[in-house]
C-alpha cells in the first residue's frame, strides 16, 4: 500500500495530505499546483514523541515494485514491498514493519531538527536482495525491476545514558557500545536532499501543464507537448496520438522506444519478427522498419504487463500518428520513460517462442535507445473492459485502477 505524508503548500502554508506516489500536489485552500521533483528519491521523516530530545534519524530504504526474473524457460515475477535498514549501527530493527503505514510522513526539509546518520546500504543492494526473494528454478538469464517507488524513510531516535532510544515510542533499542559521535552523522546540508517544488506552467506557451496527482508526466493542450521533470525542470518529451472518433474513448499512454540492439541481430522489425519466431509472413516493407518496443506508460499488474509488452510489440501498427494532446479521457503516465527502457529485454523474452534458444543470449545483449515517444492510443470503454479495435488489445478496468495502487 501507498503511504501518506503530508506537506505544506509552498504558497500559503497549508498542509496538504498526499501519497508517496504523487508528483502532482494540488492546494485545496490556494488552489496553487506544484510539481515535486526529488534527485535521486523522496526522503520522508516519520514523526517523533521527543520534543526535547536531540533526534538523530536512521535511514531506511524502502522499495516497491515488481521484480522480472528470465528464469530457466519462464519468466517469473513478484510484487515486493519492502523497507530495509540502510545503516550499519548494530540493534536497530532491519525493517519498519508496519509503522508507515499507521503515521502520517513528512518529506525531509530545511525545518527538520536533528542529525542524519550515514545511508551505508545503496539502492543496488537493496535489489539484490529483492531479487533474491523471487525464487525460480532453472539458470537465472535476466532480471528486471520495473514501476517501482524508491524512497529513503528515516526512524527518529535519541541517545539517553549510552542508550538508543526509539523516539515514536520512546523506548530503548539497544545499548551503545560506540560513542554518539561514533554514529558517523551525514551533513544534512546535503543540496541533493532538498524536494524541489517546480511551477506547473508551459515552458513553451505559459499555458496550465495538465496531469493526475500520480502524473510523471504532464501535458499542455494550448500547444499539444508533453514534459517530464528532469533535473529539476521540465523537458520536452516526444509525443504522438491516435485520434478517434466516439463516445466513451479513453487515450491509454505508451511509451514507444525505438532501439538498436548489441548481441542479438534485431535492427528492424522484420528482424524482431524472425528472431523470436512468430508464426507471421514477414512483410517487405517490415524489413526497413526500425524496431520499435511498447511498454504502457502506466503500471499494471505484473501478468497483463508482460502480455501487453510482447503483445503490442509484435502486432504491426497500420495508424496514422498525429502530434497532439487528446482532449479528453486521457489516463495518467505513472511509469516514466526510464523505467519502461528496463523492460526492452523482458518484451524480446516473453516475445520469443523458442526461448530456450533466445533466453541464453539474454545477458550479453544491449540496447541502444535512439528514440522514445510517448504515444496516446484509443481505447473504447466496453463495461468492463477498454478495447483497443486495430491492436485487438484488452484491457481489464479494474486492474488498469488498481494499478494506480501499485
Ligand atoms: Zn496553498
Ligand atoms: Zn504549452
Redesign the pocket.
Known sequence: MAYAVEQECPQCGAPIGLEETDHLLQCPYCNVKSFLFAHDYYRLVLPHNAPDKEIIYAPYLRFKGNVYSCQGQTIGHRIVDITHLGTSVKGLPISLGLRPQAMKMKFVSKDTAGSFLRSSLGVADVLARVGKQVSGSGHLFHRAYIGDTVSLIYLPLYVEKETLFDAILNRPIVKLSQSEEGLGLAAMSHTKWRLIFMSTL??????N?EGERDSVVLT?S????AWEAVEGSFSRVGLAAVPEEGKNIVYLPFWRITASAKGIEINSFADFIRVTNQPKVVQKEWENQDMSYWCPAFKIRPTIFVRLISQLTITPKDFKTKETVPRQGLHPVTMPQSEAVQSMKLTLAGSALTKKKTFPLLPEIDFAVKDSTLVYLPFEDKGHDFVQQQMRLSINKKALEYGRHL
Request: glycine letters at 8%; one cysteine or more; aromatic letters at 8%.
Open positions: 508551459c515552458p513553451q506557451c505559459g499555458w501543464l499542455c494550448n500547444c499539444n507537448t
